[in-house]
């Protein structure tokens, strides 16, 4: 069955940039009408929608990041990736990564584990 | 981006049936059958329980069940059990590829 996993730094520097890779196993973005999100979840704090891109690049962002973030798909290493820039504390969450349904919509259900990310100096 | 609206927590005795409400407005919950409902426990990922409204993926327990009216969707949970004691997250589709989640509930099993 299809499991993601997300990997990077930990730590991020206030006012640098945050990058996160989700890794899908399992089965293949490329060959897939899902689309595949990003969603964080501040420490004690509730979920929230950073965005989506289908398997041919095309994203949708959540309007209150769009600024700072950009999100990518590689189809030849089955991943894709996030960038959120000009970091603030407000950022430290842990950071999911998950499967949308079809054509973007439907639920999330597929969702890795979370890697937490913690801004500070 | 309009947020959802949650009560803070919810609780129960072992066996007995409750229910989570989610408003939203006509540009989420009420203008689209995209709810969704998930469980997380402390510590661990989100899981899907219910999809597009009243849709149970498989393997999830048929004590939980979803509802829409108007601009409010509801979680039931029936024939409550120690281990539904978690947080519940609705979340809904808001137009334009986008989504809301809600703010989270916390149920307790008395």
């Known amino acids: 069955q299809v499991q993601l996993q997300e990997s990077g730094p930990g730590l991020a520097k206030p006012s640098e940039t945050l990058s996160l890779t989700c890794s899908v196993s399992g089965g293949s973005i490329s060959g897939d009408s899902h689309y595949w999100a990003w969603i964080r979840q501040p420490p004690e704090k509730g979920l929230e929608w950073i965005g989506t891109?289908?398997?041919?690049?095309?994203?949708y962002l959540n309007p209150s990041l769009k600024s700072r973030v950009t999100i990518s798909v590689d189809t030849s290493k089955n991943q894709f990736s996030l960038r959120l820039n000009s970091v603030t504390a407000a950022d430290t969450s842990v950071y999911y990564c998950a499967r949308l349904g079809s054509w973007g919509l439907g639920a999330f259900d597929i969702w890795g584990q979370g890697t937490m990310v913690i801004v500070s100096s | 981006q309009s947020a959802l609206t949650q009560p803070a927590s919810v609780s129960g005795s072992p066996g007995q049936s409750i229910t989570i409400s989610c408003a939203g407005t006509?540009?989420?919950?009420?203008?689209?059958?995209?709810v969704s409902w998930y469980q997380q426990h402390p510590g661990k990922a989100p899981k899907l329980i219910i999809s597009?409204?009243?849709k149970r993926p498989s393997g999830v327990s048929d004590r939980f069940s979803g509802s829409k009216s108007g601009n409010t969707a509801s979680l039931t949970i029936s024939g409550l059990q120690a281990d539904d004691e978690a947080e519940y997250y609705c979340c809904s589709y808001a137009g334009s590829s986008s989504y809301v989640f809600g703010p989270g509930t916390r149920v307790t099993v008395l």
């Open positions: 597009e409204v009243n």
């Open positions: 891109i289908s398997n041919s690049g095309n994203t």
């Open positions: 006509s540009s989420d919950i009420g203008g689209f059958i995209l």
